[in-house]
């Protein structure tokens, strides 16, 4: 199958899968930029694919909403065929299958995350080009870059669900701090043998960063907390 897509949207992005002990926890920023312009800042980058298979989406937002599509699709199709939910495994094979066949016109790098009854928790990094790696963790979008040495500290086996997504929602505002593609709010899914639930943590609540403003309502607050007087005429 072939796709060419026009997509002006890049979404300068960071985005996160880890596994606990029990599920995953997805999460990412939710800025959508089209080169300096903010396109969108509230874009929701998590999207759903199964009752139990979520993706998180980076890079040209246009490429990655379509795969998606397509990928629901045929997921809806191969669960009715079966009678049972897809696996995770099927589902980033699926996404591997689409971004491998048209490499030379998606620009997406993908994070597959979900739970089923026969491996629990898994996710799968799906980066530019169509590999598909199981990962116990996987980061993707601009803003990973100012995250690996951070995970390679942070990360550990068998976390509990709170301690993975606490270091989920840390890395993400880390990567806000740093990476001026990421931004907005940080959007958060926990996928376990329970079901799923969505969190969101505003962006004037996130922890802020080394020399890291406050957040302001306004350029004219700023103006005014930080300028001198305006002359008078």
């Not at 980058?45 to 998606?68: E, F, H």
């Not at 897809?86 to 299958?97: E, F, P």
Request: hydrophobic fraction near 40%; include cysteine; proline fraction near 3%.
């Amino acid at each position: 199958m072939d796709l060419n897509l026009d997509a002006p949207h890049s979404m300068g992005t960071t985005i996160i899968g880890v596994t606990y002990n029990g599920g995953v926890v997805l999460g990412a920023d939710s800025r959508t930029s089209t080169g300096m312009y903010v396109a969108n800042r509230a874009s929701d980058k998590i999207t759903q694919l199964t009752d139990n298979v979520y993706v998180c989406r980076s890079g040209s937002a246009a490429d990655s909403q379509v795969v998606s599509d397509y990928v629901r699709y045929f997921l809806h199709q191969h669960t009715i065929q079966l009678g049972q939910p897809a696996t995770v495994k099927v589902s980033a094979n699926l996404i591997r299958m689409l971004a491998y066949n048209n490499k030379n016109m998606l620009q997406t790098g993908l994070i597959v995350g979900g739970w089923d009854k026969y491996e629990g928790g898994k996710i799968y990094g799906i980066p530019l080009g169509g590999t598909v790696v199981e990962q116990p963790f996987a980061i993707g979008g601009s803003g990973s870059s100012y995250l690996y040495g951070f995970f390679d500290q942070a990360w550990k086996e068998n976390m509990t669900k709170e301690e993975a997504e606490q270091l989920v929602v840390k890395a993400v505002s880390l990567a806000i701090a740093r990476d001026g593609a990421s931004g907005g709010v940080v959007r958060t899914v926990i996928i376990n043998s329970e079901g799923v639930t969505r969190n969101f943590y505003p962006g004037d609540k996130l922890q802020l960063w080394h020399e890291e403003l406050e957040p302001q309502n306004s350029l004219l607050d700023i103006l005014n907390a930080t300028g001198p007087e305006p002359m008078a005429m």
